[in-house]
């Protein structure tokens, strides 16, 4: 039940954690996608992993929103 978590939960400092660190990747994809310069592949790897990451980051939102019984979004 979601009233059963708290914010000391280790499921919800996972989810926060996971969470931080997928933003932190996906704001680090915008730096090795101009180190990549003429590279159009890998340019292109950068940006699906950020968008992994965005997703991931997303997802975790929402599973903190559900397990803590939160309504924002």
Request: proline share 1%; with cysteine.
């Amino acid at each position: 039940m979601a009233s059963e978590h708290t914010p000391a939960d280790d499921v919800v400092y996972d989810l926060i954690s996971v969470q931080y660190h997928a933003l932190k990747a996906a704001q680090a994809y915008d730096k090795y996608q101009q180190d990549a310069h003429d590279h159009a592949d890998i340019k292109e790897f950068f940006a699906q992993c950020a968008e992994e990451d965005a997703r991931r980051a997303e997802r975790c939102h929402e599973l903190l929103a559900q397990v803590t019984g939160s309504s924002s979004s």
